[in-house]
């Protein structure tokens, strides 16, 4: 790949909105506003649906895949994830919200380059307050989840935050895929329909 989804979103991209709020509605696409390090937003559209997962790729043909609203793969980054095995039921399978109190589960993950296979990832979700957020024009009553995670054997702690509505979509959240990677930031503009 010539550019990555970061670069593209670093280098191309300022402190504004990178498109016009209504361009998702004239797309017959699903899409997603996609930002990395507080950069103007990018926006990706669903190239493919398989067996629950949702690719989205941008421009430069970076992917970033989805499972419930949750990044479980990416393509194009300096750091990749390449693949979530999740032990047990994640947190967004069932639709929904969780209840009041913390959920514990673990995952494994494999990060490249690095060599980085099988790191074990111990979340833990907790649910926050009710809050209604702003998608471009379109407003959705949420309630905002909070996970840290841990990956013992890297020495890396991290938080991902998720504000989901009453039925289990994702509307809005802020992921860590990597180490050394920055937050990936991301509001679905027109959801799947799958």
Not at 6 to 27: H, I, M, N, R
Not at 61 to 71: Q, S
């Amino acid at each position: 790949m010539s550019r990555t989804l970061t670069t593209a979103v670093e280098t191309s991209f300022g402190a504004a909105s990178a498109f016009d709020p209504d361009y998702p509605d004239k797309l017959p696409y699903a899409s997603m506003a996609v930002s990395i390090k507080n950069n103007r937003r990018a926006l990706v559209v669903l190239a493919k649906a398989e067996q629950g997962e949702l690719h989205w790729m941008s421009a430069d043909r970076g992917v970033l895949v989805t499972r419930n609203g949750r990044l479980v793969r990416t393509v194009g980054l300096p750091e990749n994830l390449v693949r979530t095995d999740f032990l047990g039921a994640d947190f967004f399978e069932e639709g929904g919200l969780p209840g009041n109190g913390p959920l514990a589960r673990k995952r494994l993950i494999d990060i490249a380059p690095g060599n980085r296979f099988g790191m074990v990832v111990e979340a833990t979700l907790t649910r926050g307050p009710r809050e209604r957020i702003t998608i471009h024009k379109r407003q959705y009553d949420t309630v905002r989840l909070d996970e840290k995670c841990v990956v013992p054997h890297l020495s890396w702690e991290f938080s991902n935050t998720y504000w989901v509505d009453g039925q289990g979509m994702v509307w809005r959240s802020v992921q860590h895929t990597a180490p050394g990677a920055p937050a990936i930031e991301m509001e679905v503009t027109k959801p799947a329909k799958v």
